[in-house]
């Protein structure tokens, strides 16, 4: 199986700071990395695929990058709204498809 | 306009079976490029892949539960149902259905189904 580990598992910063997730694969998975947002009882949500393809009606403030084992998603300019904990999954082996540890995000 | 939701029971006792059944619209169960999985997230967890299963009728299953999940369709009902056999405590979470877009290429979760809560208690 494919281990995707996150750091940092949690952050606080304020409004209008840049932020920076990242995503570390346990073997190459070239391209095949997806990015989603989940608020407090809310479902997730797809923000970024293919590790840089910003989905449709996401913000432009939201942006990813990287390649083989080693992503990241940027924030470059923290909103309230983006209070959240964000996830990343691999879909380079699909079975299992497997996520990191998550990401929350605190403003 | 996709939309994902699941139904099932809120509440199952421990060694009983639990069937989730995710109804879907907007899209056809039968399109080849697109399959429905099942994601659980236990209380203040993360995110954990149990199953999924595609047109022609591919599925897969997580290594840990493989004996005891399954996963199925009714094309005709738009609907995509997980049993679970001999459920446990450590089985209480949400449970979500999801879309899987791009079957061929680039696979991910673009639809999400709200969630609902199993707790597994006697």
């Known amino acids: 199986d494919i281990e995707m580990t996150q750091s940092p598992s949690s952050l606080s910063a304020s409004v209008g700071d840049r932020v920076t997730i990242t995503c570390r694969a346990s073997?190459?998975?070239?391209?095949?990395l997806n990015w989603y947002q989940q608020r407090p009882g809310k479902a997730p949500r797809l923000l970024i695929s293919v590790a840089s393809n910003l989905e449709a009606d996401i913000p432009s403030r939201f942006s990813g990058s990287g390649y083989g084992t080693d992503f990241t998603l940027s924030i470059s300019s923290l909103q309230p709204e983006d209070s959240a904990t964000y996830y990343c999954?691999?879909?380079?082996?699909?079975?299992?498809?497997?996520f990191g540890g998550g990401t929350k995000v605190e403003i | 306009q996709v939309t994902l939701k699941e139904s099932g029971p809120v509440l199952v006792k421990p060694t009983e079976t639990l069937t989730l059944t995710c109804t879907v619209s907007?899209?056809?169960?039968?399109?080849?490029?697109?399959?429905v999985t099942w994601i659980r997230q236990p209380p203040g967890k993360a995110l954990e892949w149990l199953a999924h299963?595609?047109?022609?009728?591919?599925?897969s299953f997580t290594t840990s539960l493989k004996s005891s999940v399954d996963i199925s369709q009714d094309t005709s009902k738009s609907q995509v149902v997980l049993t679970m056999t001999n459920v446990d405590p450590v089985d209480t979470g949400t449970y979500f259905c999801?879309?899987?877009?791009?079957?061929?290429?680039?696979?991910?979760?673009?639809?999400w189904g709200q969630g609902i809560l199993v707790t597994v208690s006697s």
């Open positions: 073997q190459t998975i070239f391209s095949y």
């Open positions: 299963i595609f047109s022609d009728d591919e599925k």
């Open positions: 999954q691999q879909s380079y082996i699909s079975s299992p498809l497997t």
């Open positions: 907007g899209f056809p169960l039968a399109k080849s490029t697109v399959g």
């Open positions: 999801a879309r899987i877009f791009g079957k061929f290429d680039y696979r991910r979760l673009d639809y």
